[in-house]
């Protein structure tokens, strides 16, 4: 199983950006895909964005298409998630998390899951 551990969350304003990053041991990231989920307070745990291993196919929620991106870096063994324009509402718990599906959008597919890094927009 591939141990994930997330990074780059912190405070900015709205309009910002933040990069995430999610480095994987244990396990590459050759098979499967690999999403970042968020978790505001009192709101389900929900799919932003997921990249397949090549990073040939890619999938993002409609509230973050054209400001966040998606990407994979085998050589380094890293999923980013670049976010560009955040708005307050972008403010959660980011999650990265590993699949060994295809596809698929509901939390209960991935099977790997990183400790969660903040990220919070300010008004």
């Known amino acids: 199983q591939v141990q994930l551990v997330e990074s780059g969350g912190g405070l900015v304003q709205t309009g910002g950006s933040l990069r995430l990053s999610c480095a994987a041991s244990?396990?590459?990231?050759?098979?499967?895909?690999v999403g970042w989920f968020r978790q505001a307070p009192g709101k389900e745990r929900a799919l932003v964005a997921r990249?397949?291993?090549?990073?040939?196919?890619?999938y993002y929620a409609d509230s973050v298409k054209g400001r966040f991106t998606i990407s994979v870096d085998n050589a380094k063994n890293t999923v980013y998630l670049q976010m560009n324009s955040l708005k307050p509402e972008d403010t959660a718990v980011y999650y990265c998390?590993?699949?060994?599906?295809?596809?698929?959008?509901?939390?209960?597919?991935?099977?790997?899951w990183g400790q969660g890094t903040q990220v919070t927009v300010s008004s």
């Open positions: 998390a590993a699949s060994i599906f295809s596809g698929r959008t509901h939390p209960s597919n991935f099977n790997s």
């Open positions: 244990g396990r590459t990231f050759s098979t499967g895909t």
């Open positions: 990249i397949n291993s090549s990073g040939s196919s890619t």
